[in-house]
């Protein structure tokens, strides 16, 4: 079994500024995706980035970027120039790669990230 | 029109009632998932289905039953919900083989609160 550890329940920043989310993972898989999700107060789901455990480029979506330490396990989530459209909940989440089914999504527990003025 | 719709977006029920929770997809995905949502917890899995005749058990299977109807309907069920059934509870489809593998696609949720 896959999890998925966010060790940090809240975080609070100045607008413009950057910010760095963390997730750590434990898994036995070698192939898998992992994902961070944002979770506005509308309680939607949005997909930010993705990463693809087989590529050592790290996936970025414009202010969006992502660490990937596959070796260490660790995928950390960067916000460039923060707004306050970004103030959410924000998750990791895990998902092993079962070739050619998609399994479920393992999630950490959330970061509270809160843009302020 | 949204591409994963489920119904109702929110209902209070009482202990031992059986309630039925909907999802709809337009995307033409063949998976799809029900989550869990706590405060504090994130998502948990409860069941998928990668098509009409594939059932599987997720993470917290327990008191909860799905139904695949039909290759854009899943449905979770609850036999008699119980208080800590009280939770926000997503829908998810996903497709297979295209470059956007295992990206998966989010109702808006249903808050269910069982007194």
């Known amino acids: 079994a896959q999890t998925v550890t966010q060790s940090q329940p809240e975080m609070s920043v100045q607008e413009a500024e950057t910010v760095t989310l963390s997730c750590t993972y434990d898994?036995?898989?070698?192939?898998?995706?992992l994902f961070w999700y944002k979770q506005p107060p509308s309680r939607q789901m949005i997909l930010v980035i993705r990463q693809e455990a087989y590529k050592q480029q790290n996936a970025t979506e414009n202010r969006f970027s992502v660490n990937f330490q596959k070796a260490a396990k660790s995928f950390s989530l960067k916000i460039s120039d923060s707004q306050l459209g970004d103030t959410a909940m924000y998750f990791c989440?895990?998902?092993?790669?079962?070739?050619?089914?998609?399994?479920?999504?393992?999630f950490g527990k959330g970061t509270h990230l809160i843009i302020q003025p | 029109d949204a591409d994963v719709t489920q119904t109702p977006r929110n209902r209070i029920t009482k202990t031992g009632k059986r309630i039925m929770l909907e999802c709809s997809q337009t995307k033409g995905h063949d998976r799809m998932y029900w989550y869990r949502q706590d405060p504090g917890l994130g998502l948990r899995l409860i069941y998928y289905s990668f098509d009409v005749k594939d059932i599987n058990k997720g993470e917290i299977s327990d008191g909860y039953s799905v139904s695949r109807q039909a290759q854009a309907k899943f449905s979770l069920s609850l036999e008699s919900a119980i208080p800590n059934q009280t939770a926000l509870y997503f829908c998810?489809?996903?497709?297979?083989?295209?470059?956007?593998?295992?990206?998966?696609?989010f109702g808006p949720g249903t808050r269910l609160t069982v007194t």
């Open positions: 989440a895990f998902m092993k790669d079962s070739g050619g089914g998609a399994d479920g999504l393992t």
């Open positions: 998810a489809t996903s497709a297979a083989g295209d470059y956007a593998f295992g990206e998966q696609y």
């Open positions: 898994t036995s898989e070698n192939n898998y995706y």
